[in-house]
T-cell receptor, first 117, second 114 residues
Framework: AQTVTQSQPEMSVQEAETVTLSCTYD???????LFWYKQPPSRQMILVIR??????QNATENRFSVNFQKAAKSFSLKISDSQLGDAAMYFC??????????????FGQGTILTVHP | EAQVTQNPRYLITVTGKKLTVTCSQN?????MSWYRQDPGLGLRQIYY???????DKGDVPEGYKVSRKEKRNFPLILESPSPNQTSLYFC?????????????FGAGTRLSVL
């Protein structure tokens, strides 16, 4: 079974600074998807960024980028020029791309990000 | 507007009283899934469905049932709720295929079982 670990329960950053959230995962599969989701106080789950394991290039979405290290099974999220609206709980998630686990999605425990003005 | 709709948003019930949380999507998505969110545990998958009449267990299926008779609907049924099922529940859906698999989430259902 796949596992996803977010080792930082809480992180904080000053507005306009850069912060990196860590995520590691354990799998024996070679093809899969990785995601970062944001959950603000409204509880709504919002997709931040998505990475396909077969792509070596790291995904980027505006101020959000990932450092995907497939061999190390690491998938960290970097938020540049942090804004007050970035304050939220962030979840890392893994999804199989095929095989008997296709469709299963596993989340990490979450990291609460606080942004200080 | 493309969306995933869950009802009810809040529910308080008593142990053993059967309940159903509905989930509907208007995006013609093949994949639908239910999760529960508990502090310190993140979201855990309860059941998922790859298409109509195709469902499978996630990581925490005990005490829950689902059905997928229509593509747009994926209700979550608690036949005999217990206090340990008090949680925040999310439904999600996605298109399937390469380059897709991005899940759209409902707004969540806060369930309290007394």
């Amino acid at each position: 079974a796949q596992t996803v670990t977010q080792s930082q329960p809480e992180m904080s950053v000053q507005e306009a600074e850069t912060v990196t959230l860590s995520c590691t995962y354990d799998t024996s599969e070679s093809d899969y998807y990785l995601f970062w989701y944001k959950q603000p106080p409204s509880r709504q789950m919002i997709l931040v960024i998505r990475q396909e394991a077969y792509k070596q290039q790291n995904a980027t979405e505006n101020r959000f980028s990932v450092n995907f290290q497939k061999a190390a099974k690491s998938f960290s999220l970097k938020i540049s020029d942090s804004q007050l609206g970035d304050a939220a709980m962030y979840f890392c998630a893994y999804r199989s791309a095929g095989g008997t686990s296709y469709g299963k999605l596993t989340f990490g425990q979450g990291t609460i990000l606080t942004v200080h003005p | 507007e493309a969306q995933v709709t869950q009802n009810p948003r809040y529910l308080i019930t008593v142990t053993g009283k059967k309940l159903t949380v509905t989930c509907s999507q208007n995006m013609n998505h093949e994949y639908m899934s239910w999760y529960r969110q508990d502090p310190g545990l993140g979201l855990r998958q309860i059941y998922y469905s790859m298409n109509v009449e195709v469902t499978d267990k996630g990581d925490v299926p005990e005490g829950y049932k689902v059905s997928r008779k229509e593509k747009r609907n994926f209700p979550l049924i608690l036949e005999s709720p217990s206090p340990n099922q008090t949680s925040l529940y999310f439904c999600a859906s996605s298109l399937e295929g390469a380059g897709r698999n991005i899940q759209y989430f409902g707004a969540g259902t806060r369930l309290s079982v007394l």
